[in-house]
C-alpha cells in the first residue's frame, strides 16, 4: 500500500514555505527509493504550526509541523512516512486539543480531502444535501433552511431562510444567485480556508440556493487579493460542469444553474452588497439606496439571493442532516456554528468552529493559548474593523449575536484580533475613522467627511488640544455618522470608536469613572 503524505495547498501554508516542502518531500523519497503519493489538502486551519504535514499510515493521520525543508531528511531518517516519533510530531491529527475540541460542520472536510477531487467529496458526504434537494418541492428547501435557524454570516446575521423565501416568491425572466467572497475584514480568514480547501461545497449550496429559489445563474465574488482561491473555484467549477453537476438538467431534474467566479475590484466597500452588485455590473464600486431590496431588484435589476460563503456553504449539511440537525448547535436565535479566526497578537492564530454561545476568553486561552509576546492580553476587536473593543470585563459574554448587540458590539464575520497591554487604544480609534475615510466610496457625506473629521478630533484629543470640548464633538460626529450613513462602513465606524472611549480612557488622557463601568456592563449581560 502506497504511503499518502498531505501536505497543504491552502494561501497561508504556501506563504510559510509549503510548495518547497512538498518538492523536498518528493526529492528525498525518491533519493530513498520509496513510492509515496503526495496529497495536496486543504490547510485544517492551525496556523502556527503551518506547514502542517500529515501522514496516513494505519487509517489514522499524524501530524508534523511546522515543517519546513531543513526538516525532510531527519522526519525520513525518524521514519516519519510511517508514523515514526520525531521532534515535531504531534500524535494524530485529530486529538491535537485545538481540533479535537472544535464542532466542525461546515469545515468538515477541510484539511482531510483532497480539495480538487470529486471522488474525495464525494466520499466524505458531498452532495448528499444536493441529492436530497433535487428530491424535495423547492419550498421545502427553504423552509429547511428557515427552520435551521441559518443566518447570514456576512455580519448582518439576517436570516438566510426569509431572504431566499423572498427571492422565491418574487416573478421575473431570470434571478441569481451572489456568493460575497469578498473577505476584507481583518483577521478574516474563514472564507479563503474554505473556497482553498472544499471549493465544491460552496459550489454545492450555491447550487441548493438556486433551485430553492428558481436561478439559473450563479457568480462567486472574489477579493482579487485570493488569487489560490479564484483559480481553485474555476478548476472546481470546470469539473462539477464536466460531471454534470453545472449546466442543464442536473442530476437527470429539470433544473439547470451555472456559475461563474468574478474577481473583485479591491475595494473594502465592495463587500457591502449593493456595492458588489455595481462592480459585477461593470460600474464603480458605490452603496445603492434601498429600496429597492437586491432580493426584489438586485443583480441587473433581477431578484438575487445575496449570502457569502459560510452562509452558502452551509446549506449543504442542513439539506443532509435535517433542519433540527443544524439547529441543535447554538443558543437563543444564534443556531448552528460559526468559524471563529484568532488572529492578532496571539500565540496559536487559526481557525477554531464552534457552535454560538462560547466565549471570548475560551477563544483566546483554551485555544489561542494566550498572546504571542507573552504580556498581558488587554483589548481584543471583534467582527473586523468596524467592530467594538472589548475589555476583560467583557470576555465572558456568550458570542451571540444578541448577547453582543447588548453591549454595544457584533460578532459579525467572526474575526477575533488580539492586542496586548503594550496597545494604544486612542491611536486604535483614530485608525478606525482613518481606515472610514480610505475606504469609503464616498457617496454619503457623513461617511465621506466625518471620518476625516472623526480623526482629526480624535488627534486633537491625543494632544490636548481642549480635550474636554473635543470629546463632546467625537460623540456628536459619531451620532451622526451612526444614524445618517448610507450603509454600514460609516453608520458602524463609532462601534471601535466609542468602544476605545469607553473602557479605555486612560489612552485619551480622561479620567476612568468612579464607579467601574466595565464590570457593572458585564454583569448586566443575559445568560
Known sequence: MIDRIYVPRDMAAVAAGADEVATAISTQARQRGLDLQIVRNGSRGLLWLEPLVEVETAGTRIAYGPVTVDDVASLFDANFHKGGHHALCHGPTDNIPYLKNQERLTFARVGIIDPLSLDDYRAHGGFAGLDNALKMPPEDIVTAVTDSGL????????????????????????????????????????????????????????????????????????????????????????????????????????????????KAAGAYICGEETSMLESLEGKRGLVRFKPPLPAISGLFGRPSVINNVMTLASVPIILDKGADFYR????????????????????????????????????????????????????????????????ESQWDVPLDYEAYMAISAMVGHGGIVAFDDTVNMAHMAEYAMEFCAIE??????????????????????????????????????????????????????????????????????????????DALISETQPC
Open 151 to 262: 443566518r447570514g454570516r456576512g455580519g448582518a446575521a439576517f436570516p438566510a431562510g426569509i431572504k431566499w423565501q423572498t427571492v422565491a416568491k418574487a416573478s421575473a425572466d431570470r434571478k441569481y444567485i451572489v456568493c460575497n467572497a469578498d473577505e476584507g475584514d481583518s483577521g478574516t480568514f474563514s472564507d479563503r480556508l474554505l473556497m482553498e480547501g472544499d471549493p465544491f461545497c460552496l459550489i454545492e449550496g450555491m447550487l441548493i440556493a438556486g433551485i430553492a429559489v428558481g436561478a439559473t445563474y450563479g457568480y462567486i465574488y472574489v477579493r482579487s487579493e485570493y488569487p489560490y482561491a479564484i483559480d481553485t473555484l474555476n478548476t472546481a467549477i470546470d469539473q462539477a460542469r464536466q460531471a454534470g453537476y453545472l449546466g442543464t438538467n442536473i442530476g437527470g431534474s429539470p433544473y439547470s444553474f451555472d456559475l461563474e467566479v468574478r
Open 328 to 391: 441543535n448547535f447554538g443558543m437563543g436565535r444564534s443556531r448552528g456554528t460559526l468559524p471563529f479566526q484568532l488572529a492578532g497578537n496571539i500565540r496559536q492564530g487559526g481557525l477554531v468552529e464552534k457552535a454560538f454561545g462560547v466565549t471570548l476568553r475560551e477563544l483566546l486561552y483554551d485555544f489561542g493559548g494566550g498572546s504571542a509576546t507573552g504580556r498581558p492580553l488587554r483589548a481584543v476587536q471583534v467582527g473586523g474593523p468596524l467592530g467594538a473593543w472589548l475589555p
Open 440 to 517: 469609503s466610496c464616498g457617496k454619503c457625506t457623513p461617511c465621506r467627511i466625518g471620518s476625516v473629521r472623526g480623526a482629526e478630533v480624535i488627534a486633537k484629543i491625543r494632544h490636548n488640544e481642549q480635550r474636554d470640548k473635543h470629546v463632546a464633538l467625537l460623540h456628536d460626529l459619531c451620532d451622526t455618522m451612526e444614524a445618517t450613513s448610507l450603509c454600514a462602513l460609516g453608520g458602524m465606524t463609532p462601534f471601535p470608536v466609542r468602544s476605545a472611549l469607553q473602557h479605555f480612557p486612560e489612552d485619551f488622557g480622561l479620567p476612568r469613572p468612579a464607579h467601574n463601568l
